[in-house]
Antibody, heavy 118, light 107 residues
Framework: QVQLVQSGAEVKKPGASVKVSCKAS????????IHWVRQAPGQGLEWMGR????????DFAQKFQGTLTMTGDTSIRTVYMELSRLRSDDAAVYFC???????????WGQGTLVTVSS | DIQMTQSPSSLSASVGDRVTITCRAS??????LNWYQQKPGRAPKFLIY???TLQRGVPSRFSGSGSGTDFTLTISSLQPEDFATYYC?????????FGGGTKVEIK
């Protein structure tokens, strides 16, 4: 079955960067986009961007332009989300999710908690 | 960006109740509307896409309707496992945006 497994929790200082991985299994990795969505504590869902694992092409929400990087490694069926210049309001659970059609996601990773604290 | 507004933000209901959640888009999104269910500490679960098509395995007590700017999610007979937060999401244009969520609590 489709499965997305994310890397573990991170604690970072303000101004640092964090890199979260998402390893896919159970489907043709290069055939589907991977989206990243985050959720601040007690808040709703915020779409960050997506990556085409086959081409490496990315689309990002405007607010993350300049601080967000997404990359993929097809040999190990893994995509990475890196957020730089972390601020306290970047503290959130970060989810990866498989895109099954434009803008629709079906399977999600378990989430990765990122804490930003000095 | 397209703004998605859900109402109510929370509701209390009993097992067996019929529950309706409303989602409004700030502009027409045709039928590019999805619904997700999220339980505490868990990832969102994909329920419905294209307004009314149930994802495989989703019980038939869930249904969706609407088009353009106004949409609803209905649970015909609330079950104990349905107590959760529900989010609508537009897939019409990027950036993808979600509603603020509706928390369904036990009365």
């Amino acid at each position: 079955q489709v499965q997305l497994v994310q890397s573990g929790a991170e604690v970072k200082k303000p101004g640092a960067s964090v890199k979260v991985s998402c390893k896919a299994s159970g489907y043709t990795f290069t055939a589907y986009y991977i989206h990243w969505v985050r959720q601040a504590p007690g808040q709703g869902l915020e779409w960050m961007g997506r990556i085409n694992p086959n081409s490496g092409a990315t689309d990002f929400a405007q607010k993350f332009q300049g601080t967000l990087t997404m990359t993929g490694d097809t040999s190990i069926r893994t995509v990475y989300m890196e957020l730089s210049r972390l601020r306290s309001d970047d503290a959130a659970v970060y989810f990866c999710a498989r895109g099954v059609s434009t803008g629709t996601t079906d399977s999600w990773g378990q989430g990765t908690l990122v804490t930003v604290s000095s | 960006d397209i703004q998605m507004t859900q109402s109510p933000s929370s509701l209390s209901a009993s097992v067996g109740d019929r529950v309706t959640i409303t989602c409004r888009a700030s502009q027409s999104i045709s039928t590019y509307l999805n619904w997700y269910q999220q339980k505490p500490g868990r990832a969102p679960k994909f329920l419905i896409y294209a307004v009314s098509t149930l994802q495989r395995g989703v019980p038939s007590r869930f249904s969706g309707s609407g088009s353009g700017t106004d949409f609803t999610l209905t649970i015909s007979s609330l079950q104990p496992e349905d107590f959760a937060t529900y989010y609508c999401q537009q897939s019409y244009s990027f950036p993808l945006t979600f509603g603020g969520g509706t928390k369904v609590e036990i009365k």
